[in-house]
């Protein structure tokens, strides 16, 4: 595709419920990022793929929250035993290679209630 | 201390002010970004500094890398101007290429 593309835009689901949330990068990025924001924040880091691998996972809040990018293309991050403290819009970026310009996709709004 | 400083937060311009939104960072950084984010949520890349000036249309940004400072300027400002404008800086080191956020800066145009 020609941009960024997150699905869904948005998702509401019930406390302790398993969430997965989509990124597909633009064609031939090799690296991938997810963010978080909360109301008001500015995103904050959660992992950094490379490729296939998770070059820097330091971001993940807890060993709830897990990434992949089996074919480094298209990345899902899965949130396990969701929790209200996890609402937020979860943001993905590619860039094509490490340091260069960043895009961001749309976002997704996840709301846990 | 955040790391990346934002001011000010909030901003309201009368069409065609010129605006200065300005961000100072305490890290080493091998680049700055300003980003635009719309209501909803999708963020668009503005610029991408790692020293100097740049312009696009009415957006003007520079860098002072001594200084550890960033300002982004808009000329002639409109009301579709009006988003949040977020400062993020790429750290120096080789143990991740994560951008840094601001907590962003309010910008509202009012015709």
């Known amino acids: 595709g020609a941009g960024v593309s997150q699905t869904p835009s948005n998702k509401v689901t019930e406390k302790g419920k398993y969430v997965e949330l989509r990124c597909d990068p633009i064609?031939?990025?090799?690296?991938l990022y997810w963010y978080r924001q909360s109301l008001g924040q500015g995103p904050e880091f959660l992992i950094y793929?490379?490729?296939?691998?998770?070059?820097?996972d330091s971001g993940l809040p807890n060993d709830r929250f897990f990434a992949v990018r089996p074919e480094g293309s298209v990345s899902t991050l899965k949130i396990q035993r969701t929790e209200r403290g996890d609402s937020a819009v979860y943001l993905c970026?590619?860039?094509?290679?490490?340091?260069?310009?960043?895009?961001f996709g749309q976002g997704t709004r996840l709301t846990v209630v | 201390k955040n790391e990346v400083e934002q001011s000010p937060q909030n901003l309201t311009a009368q069409e065609g002010e010129f605006i200065t939104i300005n961000c100072s960072y305490s890290?080493?950084?091998?680049?700055l970004h300003w980003l635009q984010q719309h209501p909803g949520g999708g963020i668009v890349s503005l610029f991408m500094?790692?020293?100097g000036k740049k312009k696009h249309g009415r957006l003007i940004a520079t860098i002072n890398i001594q200084e550890k400072h960033s300002s982004l300027h808009i000329t002639a400002s409109h009301p579709r101007d009006s988003a949040v404008y977020i400062c993020?800086?790429?750290?120096?080191?080789?143990?991740?290429?994560?951008?840094?956020f601001g907590e962003g800066t309010q910008l509202t145009v009012n015709p």
């Open positions: 064609s031939g990025h090799t690296a």
């Open positions: 890290v080493g950084i091998s680049a």
């Open positions: 793929f490379q490729g296939t691998g998770a070059a820097d």
């Open positions: 500094l790692s020293s």
């Open positions: 970026a590619s860039s094509l290679l490490v340091n260069t310009e960043a895009f």
């Open positions: 993020a800086v790429r750290r120096g080191e080789t143990s991740g290429s994560r951008l840094t």
